[in-house]
């Protein structure tokens, strides 16, 4: 894969977030995309008048899993922006055709290394604190039935931490409240 990633500029991509992306031009015929509401927002709305393209911004969904054992939950350092280094949930970004439990599971493999079985629904998070793009994050609890603990694709370091003994650094908004929502109802 090429690398992505060398011009990575978290304050210019929050800005071209902010303005719808970035998107200029209508992917389907190439004219100009106007801003303008449409449906009561405003969306980017393709100025040729025999073209049907509105773009409309939407969160990406994502789906992770929270893995617990001994008291200490399963955390992955982050290989790739943004927050590189820093820690996160093992989650990531829904394929097409994905069901969200198969991108947890997929996710967490590639990732970790393990192979896990979800046993239930966590909780859905939106994610706004990513330069790239805004995410829907649902969380599943899970068990290892397999495989061998190792970093690998997006992660630098793969381990447990126990609940009272957190890293600092914590990539986003989401995971930091979804680790806190796991103690709330867990650990009391
Ligand atoms: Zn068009």
């Known amino acids: 894969m090429m690398d992505k990633h060398k011009n990575f500029d978290a304050d210019a991509l ?7 992306s970035g998107y200029r031009f209508c ?9 303008e509401k449409f449906d009561g927002r405003p969306r980017m709305v393709c100025t040729d008048a025999n073209c049907d393209f509105v773009f409309y911004q939407n969160p990406i969904p994502a789906a992770g899993a929270i893995i617990v054992k001994d008291d200490s939950v399963l955390l992955v350092k982050r290989a790739h922006p943004p927050k590189v280094n820093w820690w996160c949930i093992p989650a990531g970004f ?4 994905e069901h969200p439990t198969d991108t947890a599971i997929r996710e967490v493999e590639e990732e970790t290394g393990l192979k896990i079985k979800l046993t239930s629904f966590f909780e859905v998070y939106s994610g706004q604190d990513d330069p790239r793009n805004n995410a829907v994050l649902m969380l599943y609890l ?13 992660a630098l370091e793969v381990r447990y931490f126990k609940f009272d003994d957190l ?8 995971h930091r409240q979804a680790l806190a929502d796991y103690v709330a109802r867990y650990r009391k």
């Not at 929050?14 to 719808?20: A, L, T």
């Not at 890293?167 to 989401?174: M, Q, V, Y």
């Open 167 to 174: 890293p600092e650094k914590i990539a986003f908004i989401s």
């Open 14 to 20: 929050f800005k071209r977030k902010d303005q719808m």
């Open 94 to 97: 829904m394929e097409w055709s």
């Open 27 to 35: 992917p389907l015929c190439g004219s100009n995309l106007n801003r």
């Open 142 to 154: 899970a068990d290892i039935v397999g495989g061998k603990m190792r970093a690998s694709d997006d």
